[in-house]
Each structure stands twice: as C-alpha cells, then as structure tokens.
C-alpha cells in the first residue's frame, strides 16, 4: 500500500489522540457552550464532506448512465444510512448528554458506553478516507490524492476536539488520566480500521466505488442527524451551534475545493 494512502489513514487517528491527550494538560472538563460549538464544528465538517469528497464524486464517476448517474449514489447512500440504523440498534452505548443507553442492553460501564459511542461515531468516518483512498487509487474517478488528503485533514481537524470530549469527562467521573486518555484514543482506532476494510473492498472492484463514497456519505449523515445536532442544540436555546455548524461546513468545503 503506498505511504500516501498509510498517511492519509492515520491522520484523523493522530487528531483525535492530540485531542484526548488534552487530559494532561487541562484541569477542568469542557464547559456546555465549548462542547456544544465543537460539536456543532464536527457536524458541519462531516456534513461538507459528504457532500463535497463522496456524493460528488460518486455521481462524477457514473456520469456514462447520464440520467440515471445519481442512482448509484442514491443507493448506496441509502445503504449507509441502514446501516448505522442497525449498528445504533445493536450496539450498546450512551450518548453525552443522556442518561438512557442505546442498543442491546448490556451491563457495561458507563465509561465504556460512552467511548462506544464515539467509536460508533468514529467509523463512518474511517469508512469514509478509505472509500476516497480507493478512487485515488484505482486511476479510475476524479478523485485527487490532494483532494484525498483535504478529507483526511478534515476529519482529523474536527476529531482533534472530539478527543478532548471523550477524554476529559471521563477523567471528570475519576477516572485516571492515563486510563481518560487511552479510552479516548481508542474512540478512534475504528478510523484506520474501517478506512482500510473499505479499502479492501472497494480498491479491487472499481464498479464499487461509487456505492463505497455514497455508502459512506450516508453513514456520515446519519451520525449528524441522530447524535450531533441533537447535541448541539441541547439544553437552553443558543445560535452558537449552528454558527459552529456553519464554520465547519465552510472550512471543509474550502479544504476540498482548494486541495482537490
């Protein structure tokens, strides 16, 4: 695999450590507004990146079914969105703000439900720099390995503070700080994981690819829609959610139009 694809696999990983290493270095857990505009940024981010890095693209390489070019993306966005339905039915874990696990009732801890959480919202993500991977890779779409690398950056730069939001209330519940920065590092290691599964499937067979961005697409907006801006928009009424919305959609729209 070349060092390019290893690179841009990693790098969201990287960001979301830096953001749990924050443990070590901050004594008090993230005020409510602060948690909310990162959230709000993430959402943003994830929601310009679909846009911009998968659906677009999907579409431009099924451009020789002219009319019927958008059916692929149609599909497999559908597809992710099913996906992280049953994945959020199945798999237990706790949201920030709830107090009611999801998924299949389990005696786990509730540091470990919260970390799941992340993790759940973590892999489309992956799922996503692998499927944009393998356009590069194949030769096949329109895809650039700068345009490739303004994704990586860009879930990397919103997991820097989703780190520092896993991390820091878990150290706030008395857990150590060593033990606060490892769960939340591990938050992020489906990243690479599902980065390089979907490039194992979808590097090989190029007629996948359009399916592989799409479905990904849709695993990122199903994240947006069920957790993220319900979490932004928690509690007492504020705009700065939104306003954090909009920058991330702005900066990632930026990253990939100006890289790609």
Not at 228 to 243: C, D, K
């Amino acid at each position: 695999m070349p060092f390019e694809i290893w690179r841009g696999i990693w790098i969201p990983f990287i960001g979301t450590t830096l953001g749990a290493a924050c443990v070590f270095f901050m004594r008090r857990a993230l005020g409510n507004a602060v948690q909310r505009a990162l959230t709000g940024f993430a959402a943003g981010v994830m929601t310009a990146a679909s846009v911009w890095s998968l659906l677009i693209p999907a579409m431009e390489q099924s451009a020789h079914l002219e009319g019927w070019a958008f059916l692929p993306a149609f599909i497999g966005f559908w597809l992710g969105i099913l996906f992280l339905l049953v994945l959020d039915r199945l798999i237990p874990h706790l949201h920030r703000n709830d107090q009611q696990p999801e998924g299949i009732k389990s005696g786990l801890q509730k540091t470990t439900l919260l970390t799941f959480a992340v993790a759940l919202h973590n892999l489309p993500e992956g799922m996503a720099v692998g499927a944009i991977y393998a356009g590069w890779l194949s030769g096949e779409t329109n895809v650039a390995l700068s345009g490739a690398l303004a994704l990586s950056i860009g879930i990397a730069i919103q997991n820097f503070p989703e780190g520092a939001i896993i991390s820091m209330p878990l150290r706030a519940e008395g857990l150590s700080k060593g033990r606060s920065f490892l769960y939340g590092m591990l938050s992020g290691i489906v990243e690479p994981a599902g980065a390089i599964l979907t490039l194992m499937l979808a590097g090989f067979i190029t007629p996948v690819l359009p399916y592989a961005l799409s479905f990904a697409a849709g695993a990122m907006i199903y994240v947006v829609v069920e957790e993220l801006i319900p979490e932004m928009s928690a509690g007492e009424h504020s705009n700065l959610g939104t306003i954090f919305f909009a920058l991330g959609f702005s900066v990632m729209m930026a990253l990939d139009v100006a890289l790609g």
